[in-house]
């Protein structure tokens, strides 16, 4: 069964139970008002149908009528009257006689005066015997009998009850009371129906849609959830795993071009040197180098080739042991400001000959602690620095390393005057195989590996490495390590200098 039909039914019933109750409120209303349980059942009969008195009253109007017809002459008698008046005021009505237009009996217990005017005429077929009048504020329910006496004089008897004006009312407002109950609830009823369909039928019919659209494959779209109820966490959360999924998945395709590229780079990248060797090999067997100078040449071209590819086999295989974790790390305790010092002191003349002025700042040394493998940070530092070498053309030819800490990281800037990284390409220059200039690379004989090495390094350290260049001014590629001892005392002191 659907939600919808289900909300209908509970619906239909919470408004027939309310109507039931209504129902019986009504009653039980009535019964406060009259006292009486059995005028209930007449409380609509009095006054629209025929019978204004309740059974008892009836049997002794019967017997009075009977009188009437009969032995008219004893509707004069008092003392009778007033025994069948007795009997009817136990059931609280009333007894009346006129006899043309005087009294003749009245009970005491109907204080109108103004009785008489107001019955009806005599109206001898007898067809309109029962109705109700208003005297005033006052109701009265009657049945009457016309006959006539035994001198031809005309008589009336009528049996009299008195109703409560509040009774009279109500049971004239009572059908339209209930019947605008009834368009209220009905109207209630369709309202909240809508409103909770809308609320909950409609909610969930979008989360059925959007499950579909999963199931066929299809994550490009957003599901928005509206209000704060269980249906919108719930829709929320069908976003959340949406955008999940779909990171996922364009994860996976990520994951998946990647390799392909991966493969289409290596193949390039093996296939030059190895085409180069081959048309040098060629050259030697059809006997081309005809001296041996240029002998010399195809020999040398064949071994710088060999050498490229070997350097690049050796540093695919080292990028693909550390992004497969295969490559332990062997942490130790060092201080990353003498390490970089030392490294600097090696370099600096090696530099020279390349035409590039090393400085190399210390802040802090000796306070600088890192957990680290030496060898794999050293293959960082050169990696970063080859770089500079191979990019840097115009002198003034600079570079700077530079060890700063703080509270928990030591940072190492290592920064050039070179040509500088284009604002696009700064953010892929730690992708694997990545080359911001093809042609330039080619001279310079790059793989693109170099920097992803250093990222897979770094990160293996725990720390995080990024570059910041502007084009034509240089680039600084910004290594962060945590310290060994991040609360190293001294170091406030130290910071203060
Ligand atoms: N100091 C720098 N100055 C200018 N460009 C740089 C610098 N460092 C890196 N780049 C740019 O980032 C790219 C990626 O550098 P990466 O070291 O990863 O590869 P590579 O130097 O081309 O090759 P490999 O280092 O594997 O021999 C380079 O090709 C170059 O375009
Ligand atoms: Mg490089």
């Known amino acids: 069964m659907s939600i919808r039909v289900r909300l209908l039914l509970s619906y239909t019933c919470i408004l027939i139970v309310t109507i039931l109750l209504f129902l019986a409120a009504a009653l039980l209303f009535v019964v406060a008002l009259t006292g009486d349980v059995r005028s209930v059942k007449d409380f609509y009969n009095i006054h629209y149908a025929v019978n204004p008195l309740t059974e008892q009253e009836e049997t002794i109007f019967l017997d009075l009528k009977y009188l009437a017809k009969n032995e008219p002459e004893s509707l004069l008698d008092p003392k009778l009257l007033e025994q069948y008046n007795f009997k009817l005021r136990a059931m609280q009505a009333e007894l009346f006689i006129r006899k043309e237009d005087t009294q003749i009996y009245s009970s005491l217990s109907v204080k109108q005066p103004e009785l008489l005017a107001y019955l009806p005429d ?151 040197p190895i085409t180069a060797i081959k048309a040098s090999i060629e050259g030697i067997r059809d006997g081309v ?68 002025i090393l400085t190399c700042e210390v802040e802090d040394e000796g306070s600088t602690t890192v957990l680290a493998d030496r060898d794999k940070l050293k293959r960082v530092l050169v990696n970063i620095v080859d770089n500079g070498v191979k990019y840097m053309v115009n002198a003034p030819k600079r570079m700077e390393l530079q060890v700063k800490r703080d509270r928990a990281f030591v940072t190492l800037a290592i920064r050039d005057n070179g040509p500088g990284i284009s604002e696009d390409a700064v953010p892929y220059v730690f992708d694997r ?51 060994a001892k991040p609360q190293e005392d001294g170091y406030e002191e130290h910071s203060d200098h």
Not at 247 to 256: A, G, I, N, T
Request: aromatic fraction near 10%; proline fraction near 3%.
């Open 122 to 272: 005599y109206e001898m077929n007898n067809n309109a015997i029962r109705d109700t009048l208003q005297i005033g504020d006052h109701f009265y329910a009657y049945a009457k009998f016309d006959f006539y006496f035994s001198d031809g004089a005309k008589g009336s008897m009528f049996v009299i009850r008195e109703r409560s004006p509040f009774a009279e009312v109500v049971r004239s407002l009572l059908p339209i009371i209930l019947g605008v109950l009834f368009i209220v609830l009905l109207l209630m009823n369709a309202l909240l129906y809508s409103l909770l369909t809308r609320s909950i039928v409609k909610p969930i019919r979008l989360l059925q849609k959007s499950a579909e659209r999963i199931k066929e494959g299809n994550l490009a779209f957003e599901l928005h959830a509206e209000g704060h109820d269980e249906i919108a966490q719930l829709s929320e959360s069908f976003e959340g795993m949406r955008v999940k999924l779909k990171e996922s998945v364009e994860k996976q395709l990520q994951y998946e071009n990647n390799r392909k590229e991966l493969i289409a780079n290596i193949t390039h990248d093996l296939k030059t």
């Open 289 to 356: 180098p005809d001296t041996q100078q240029k002998m010399d040449r195809y020999v040398n071209t064949i071994l710088t080739k060999a050498d490229d590819m070997d350097q690049l086999i050796d540093e695919l295989f080292l990028y693909s042991k550390l992004d497969l974790k295969q490559l332990p790390f062997a942490f130790e305790e060092i201080s990353l400001g003498d390490f970089v010092g030392d490294y600097a002191d090696d370099l600096y003349y090696d530099l020279q000959d390349h035409g590039i």
């Open 433 to 483: 195989f990545f080359r911001e200039d093809l042609s330039r690379s080619r001279q310079t004989g790059g793989s693109g590996l170099g920097l992803a090495i250093a990222k897979q390094i770094i990160e293996g350290h725990h720390g995080t490495i990024h570059a910041e260049s502007k084009p034509g001014e240089g680039t600084s590629i910004i290594i962060r390590l945590p310290l």
